[in-house]
């Protein structure tokens, strides 16, 4: 064995020896920080008083659909490779393709500027708006009404919020409608791409090994965010690397933007939604990706424009088949349905019973008549996955807005949040191909004609010249033609009609333009219908949640309320997959680069660089484990979170970072629906695979300065303190070595 490595083991045997030494201390401080522990629970920073700790709000940042942090004094955020796929698409060419290669800045001028769509936020502050959200709404407003009068109190509390260049705010409701706070964002006028692996490191295993584990994916990426001024942002707070490497069974807490889940929803909903639209969104999805696969097989330019399409549809797909089978293996029906009796019988049981009923009876009508129109909304639902049709409803519809007044205009269209809409429909047009969506469009008006009569769409039938007899080479006929015509596909022509006033955009001859005029009305009627059901949702899902938190209590619980992409904390414990024996799977807990190496190869999808082999080959795990069996890649925990939990970072019990959320297991995923720890497992990339990429793939010194990671002959450190180069089996918190 080398000096270097005796150096590295006699420092860490110094460490186990302080650690053993204070046992003690150590045991009382794991005592106090389980109790903290919520075993369920995405909870906002005020609901979770008895933390060890809490990052600062403004540490965690929204990025895009996902989270991300500081993890420097200069701006620089740390996130998923998954969560930039659109910034990386966008600014990609044939030429130098960054999904492929990856991407460096040796310095900030080089760093990639993000198409202006790419929102990167930090929460300002969080308000209570109950009162002023429900001026004026009684049991007696439902339907349209209540949600016009929600809506409108909403749109006049976001008027004045949104006061300044670059805020943005939201209302959002908090337990099914019981309460409401408005949260207030900052966005960053700049975000630049720093560092980006390449897809085949951020995304090993591809699609198929999507909610799988075990995952060695490199699922990170660093962006830096500027102010104003065109310098890098400077934040009050920012996220420490961890020295030490997460242990089994220790305390871990995350803190993101988790997406929606659907939990303390009645049996019918659930049902509506796992056996009916999840078997048929499934079926669509495949068929638009075997689709764009056809097309893109050996076209390289194809396979960059469809890369984003390509992984979010095989990445819902592959949640809601998992979704399916977790369902099964669980009895999650015969749960649900217990569930619902228990909180029913004690509802029944309340002197105020009959409003409980009205609450489930009001549910349930909403419940019948989406029901009924299932089929008609699941395949507008992928229609709008279309490129030009969907261009064309959003060029018309700014034209609409923009003859309005600004404080009028609906969000989304007002003047400071133009130039982003601007952007987001010429990324748009970065990920179409006229062929493909030629094809696509016509496999979708064939699954059209065979919808039952009464799910069929009026307009579509109108605008495409559908009849019963309608054949496969007519209809692609018409849609041939429709394509030649438009001029919507070209940037410059889309610009043009971005500036066109409503008056001069009614009279445009492009088909794509009068099929979003044509079809406005009808569309406008189906929104009227949406918002009578919503309004419906709202009065009786805000009754049955009183119930079920009124329920909870009795039992001597605190219910979490629903994720909904405000910030959250959770917490739970690094544990292994439940489904194997941790003293027999080597990779029950954790994945390292001796496994990585060890799969690599095996199948095609599991590929890396030669960068990859060389740095294994030349310099093992480093400075930053024992050997490579030691250098975690990916970990399990069983903190709670779910979709838009990508990006969070997770901490240990001092506040370091020792890792970002990026998925969960296939068991995992049914915690959108009902949590149970015992099965559920978040998957976290550890911030070691980060540094070692850096060190020894890419040389990136000046990022790794930034990040204060030193190295010496001896051993590497974080800051001033060692690296400790394998997991300490103790029985708390990581002491500092120095202690």
């Not at 064995?1 to 020896?17: D, K, V």
């Not at 990508?646 to 969960?664: A, K, M, Q």
């Amino acid at each position: 064995m080398n000096s270097f490595r005796l150096q590295q083991l006699g420092m860490l045997r110094q460490t186990m020896i302080r650690c053993v030494l204070s046992f003690l201390l150590c045991f009382l401080l794991l005592f106090s920080a389980a109790q903290s522990v919520a075993q369920e629970g995405m909870w906002l920073p005020e609901q979770q008083p008895d933390w060890p700790m809490q990052p600062a709000t403004s540490t965690v940042l929204k990025v895009g659909s996902c989270s991300g942090t500081f993890v420097s004094p200069k701006g620089l955020v740390l996130t998923n490779h998954h969560c930039v796929i659109d910034l990386l698409q966008s600014r990609s060419t044939l030429e130098n393709n960054y999904l492929e290669t990856g991407y460096l800045a040796l310095n900030h001028d080089l760093e990639l500027r993000a198409p202006a769509d790419f929102i990167v936020a930090k929460t300002l502050s969080r308000t209570e708006v109950t009162r002023e959200v429900l001026q004026g709404v009684t049991d007696r407003v439902t339907g349209r009404a209540r949600f016009n009068m929600i809506a409108n109190n909403r749109n006049e509390i976001l008027r004045r919020c949104e006061n300044a260049p670059n805020i943005q705010c939201r209302v959002v409701e908090q337990y099914d409608g019981i309460g409401y706070l408005l949260i207030r964002d900052e966005i960053f006028p700049q975000v630049r791409l720093v560092w980006a692996p390449p897809e085949d490191v951020g995304h090993f295993g591809g699609v198929e090994d999507n909610w799988q584990w075990p995952r060695h994916s490199a699922d990170l990426a660093l962006l830096r965010v500027y102010d104003q001024n065109g310098k890098p942002y400077q934040p009050a707070h920012w996220l420490p690397l961890s020295p030490a490497a997460p242990s089994d069974g220790e305390l871990v807490f995350t803190a993101g933007f988790p997406g929606l889940t659907q939990r303390y929803r009645v049996e019918k909903e659930a049902r509506l939604a796992l056996e009916t639209f999840y078997p048929l969104a499934i079926d669509y999805l495949q068929e638009l990706e075997d689709t764009v696969h056809g097309f893109s097989q050996d076209d390289a330019a194809r396979k960059l424009r469809y890369a984003p399409a390509l992984m979010r549809w095989g990445n819902r797909r592959q949640n809601y088949i998992g979704m399916l089978a977790a369902a099964d293996e669980h009895q999650f029906f015969a749960l649900s349905a217990q569930q619902e009796a228990d909180v029913r019988q004690w509802m029944q049981a309340q002197e105020n019973a009959d409003h409980y009923k009205q609450g489930l009876d009001l549910v349930h009508q909403a419940l019948a008549t989406r029901q009924r129109t299932i089929l008609q909304q699941t395949w507008w639902g992928f229609f709008q996955e279309l490129q030009l049709p969907l261009v064309a409803q959003r060029i018309y519809r700014l034209a609409q807005e923009s003859a309005r007044p600004d404080d009028r205009r609906t969000r989304g269209y007002q003047t400071q949040q133009v130039p982003a809409l601007q952007s987001q429909l010429r990324g748009q047009l970065r990920q179409f191909d006229s062929e493909v969506e030629q094809a696509l469009l016509v496999q979708l008006l064939m699954r059209h004609q065979a919808l039952p009569a009464d799910q069929k769409i009026r307009f579509i039938e109108h605008f495409f010249q559908l009849t019963p007899d309608s054949s496969e080479a007519q209809i692609q006929q018409r849609v041939a033609a429709i394509y030649a015509e438009s001029k919507l596909q070209n940037l410059a022509a889309l610009d043009e009609m971005l500036r066109l006033p409503l008056t001069e955009l009614r009279r445009s001859n492009d088909p794509w333009i009068q099929f979003a005029i044509e079809s406005a009305d009808e569309r406008l009627e189906w929104d009227t219908r949406e918002r009578e059901l919503r309004g419906i949702e709202q009065q009786g899902r805000s009754i049955l949640m009183d119930g079920f938190r009124r329920w909870a209590r009795s039992q001597g619980k605190r219910l979490a309320d629903n994720a909904n992409r405000t910030y959250r904390l959770s917490s739970g414990v690094v544990a292994g997959n439940p489904k194997t024996d941790p003293e027999t799977d080597p990779v029950s807990t954790r994945t390292t680069l001796s496994s990585l190496l060890s799969i690599t190869g095996t199948e095609p999808r599991y590929t890396l660089p030669f960068a990859m082999h060389a740095a294994a080959s030349v310099h093992g795990a480093g400075c930053l484990a024992v050997s490579s069996q030691d250098l975690t890649l990916n970990f399990l925990s069983n903190a709670d979170g779910t979709g838009g939990s990508s990006g969070s970072p997770t901490l240990n019990s001092r506040g370091e970072l020792i890792g970002l959320v990026f998925d969960s297991t296939t068991d995992g995923i049914l915690s959108d629906w009902m949590f149970d720890s015992a099965r559920h497992r978040l998957i976290h990339a550890d911030v070691r695979y980060l540094l070692w990429l850096l060190r020894y793939v890419y040389q990136a010194q000046e990022v790794l300065d930034e990040l204060q990671f030193k190295e010496t002959d001896a051993t590497c450190f974080i800051g001033e303190t060692p690296i400790i180069p394998t997991p300490i089996r103790a029985v708390g918190p990581h002491l500092d070595p120095a202690e």
